[in-house]
């Protein structure tokens, strides 16, 4: 089975109009790295603490902006054998959860976790992006200055 080239794929067919808008890669780069910072930065207060009056019925707890980052994960997701129990029903209980945070969040300082993986990722493809707009406007102006050259 040989590769085909698409016809009417941009650039192929002899078409000088190809463009990259780097002004609109740069923003979708912003973008993808804000919503990544909501990803990467701890909560403040941290999601465990909220304050009640002495003696005061405690409210539902409100998860503070932004609660659910990787961080926070990490730090207050990953339980010991000692806050689970030591009953044989708590210690399988532990092996299961465990096992999950590690394939699920991964362990702090690793990108082991899917959600780990998923943040490097994604910070990967906002410095994707940023190197495309760069390659581009490097290629347009290598152009620009062949085809000066060539005029004169």
């Not at 609660?67 to 990490?74: F, Y």
């Amino acid at each position: 089975m040989a590769l085909e080239l698409d016809s009417k794929w941009p650039g192929l067919d002899g078409d000088k109009d190809n463009y990259t808008n780097r002004t609109e890669i740069k923003r979708i780069a912003g973008e993808v790295n804000e919503l990544l910072k909501k990803l990467k930065t701890p909560t403040l207060p941290p999601v465990t603490q909220f304050l009640t009056a002495r003696g005061a019925k405690a409210p539902e707890p409100q998860l503070p902006e932004g609660a659910g980052s990787l961080p926070d994960l990490q730090r207050y997701c990953a339980l010991s054998q000692s806050q689970m129990g030591e009953w044989p029903a708590a210690m399988h209980f532990a092996l299961a959860v465990n096992s999950a945070y590690s394939q699920l969040i991964g362990e702090q300082g690793s990108s082991s976790g899917l959600y780990a993986a998923m943040v490097q990722q994604a910070d990967s493809t906002v410095e994707a992006l940023l190197d495309i707009s760069k390659a581009s406007g490097g290629a347009e102006q290598a152009t620009e200055e062949a085809a000066a050259r060539r005029e004169v």
